[in-house]
Structures are given as C-alpha cells and as structure tokens.
C-alpha cells in the first residue's frame, strides 16, 4: 500500500469501505481494473463476493499478463483465435463443456469473447492467475454445480450466453436450446432422449426463457415415473403437452 499514489489509496480505502474486503484483494481488484472504483466494486459483487478467501493469493498482475497474451491485436477482448490458443493450453476443445463453465464464472455477456473485465472477474472468482492453476480447478469447479442453487444460477446463465441478441430477447433457435440442454440437463433430465424426441416431433421453432427455466424445475422436482406431476401447477403449456406425450408413449 506504501507504494500507492495518494488517489490510489484513496480508491483502496473506499473499495474497502464500500465492500469489506481485504486490502491485498482491494489492491488486486483496482489493478485489474486500471483503477476503476465502479467497476472494482462491480467484479466484487458479481463475482459472489469476490471470492475474497480464495483469492488473497491470486495476483492481478499476472491475470493481466494472461489477458494480454490471449487478446486480439488492438481490441481490448479475447476472441476467437485467443480462445483456441487458451483452448489448446488447457488441452481441451474449444466446445469441451468446461468453457461454458468457465464463461459462467467470467459471467461472460458474449460467446466467443471474453472482455478485460469479464476476465479478471472470473480469475478472481476461480482463484486461479495461470493457466496451470486454472486446469487444477475443473474438479472444484464442477463440484460447486452439485448444489441444485448453485446449478440453476448456471444453468440460467447459459440460456442468456447462448441468446442470439438479434433472434430475440427471451427465446433461444431451437437448435441452439438442444445443444445446451447436452452440456447441461443431460444427466439431470431422467427422460432427456424422449424430451429430445418430442421436441423435434414437434416442431418446436424456439424455446421461451420460461420454458428453459421451469424444465430444469422439473428435472429434480418431479418423479421418472411422473408420478408426482401436478398437472394444476404453473408449468409452461410445452411442459404441460410433453408430460400428456410422455405418458401416452408409455402406455
């Protein structure tokens, strides 16, 4: 803190004030936002809390460096071509399910790109600074989506990544939707292959925020034999004609 200027200590203390933060992660987050208070204060919160206790080791100036060694020329985000280098230094493929996981915690607004400040935010969170220490993590990682809370937040999250901003603004292509239902209610879904058959016998175009939401609801609240499916309930109308198909298909 000795080696501050006097406005950036200034900022440290008001990041302290403001958070409750440590001084070492309140240096760490200005840092990695060029001493940019809103946006320190900003990584903290949306990151949970900042992770603080995980990340009092983590050091700014070394995400920075990655940052840097990954984005594009003169643009201030990692794109495609800094993904698949970051891919290949993690041995795993650029559609491995670990990237949307990764994006999750970056709290990424956009595929395919990671900003300065989504970035940081996700090293910070993950309480990783190399590449090494990332690829280490991926079994803490996955273990936090074991809790239902934890997963629906990630799950929700991926509804909005996967989103084409000019398709509309709560619905997903359907071929889009099936594709991030694989990554992430295929285990969790007890009738996933017979959802998938329905939905392309169907014809459904596209999928509503509120039909993604409620489906993973009924992956863990209702029973494999549908037993316990409260047709009365505010389930979505598609929800609704699967569970009357489902049946019909069983016998």
């Not at 950036?8 to 070492?24: H, M, N, P, W």
């Not at 208070?37 to 990151?47: E, K, S």
């Not at 985000?77 to 949307?100: F, H, K, N, W, Y």
């Amino acid at each position: 803190m000795h080696s501050l200027k006097r406005a950036q200590k200034e900022k440290v203390r008001d990041l302290i004030s403001f958070t409750g933060t440590s001084e070492a992660l309140a240096i760490q987050l200005l840092k990695a936002c060029e001493w940019q208070l809103d946006a320190a204060a900003d990584m903290f919160f949306m990151g949970g809390g900042g992770g603080a206790s995980e990340s009092a080791s983590v050091d700014a100036s070394k995400i920075t460096q990655l940052f840097e060694s990954y984005r594009e020329g003169d643009q201030d985000s990692i794109q495609i071509a800094g993904i698949e280098r970051m891919c290949a230094d993690l041995q795993v493929e650029p559609t491995d399910p670990v990237m949307l996981l990764i994006a999750w915690q970056m709290r990424a607004a956009t595929m395919c790109e990671f900003t300065r400040e989504e970035w940081t935010r996700g090293f910070v969170e993950m309480g990783c600074d190399s590449m090494d220490g990332l690829k280490a993590s991926f079994d803490e990682q996955w273990q936090q989506l074991d809790d239902d809370d934890t997963f629906r937040d990630y799950y929700s999250f991926c509804f909005g990544f996967a989103k084409d901003p000019g398709y509309g603004v709560r619905t997903l292509p359907v071929e889009v939707a099936l594709q991030m239902w694989q990554l992430t209610l295929a285990s969790r879904l007890k009738p996933f292959k017979e959802w998938e058959e329905f939905i392309e016998e169907k014809q459904v175009k596209a999928v509503t925020k509120d039909v993604w939401d409620m489906l993973f609801t009924f992956a863990i609240d209702v029973d494999a034999d549908l037993s316990n499916y409260d047709e009365d309930g505010a389930w979505p109308v598609l929800i609704d004609d699967f569970v009357e198909w489902l049946r019909e298909k069983r016998g």
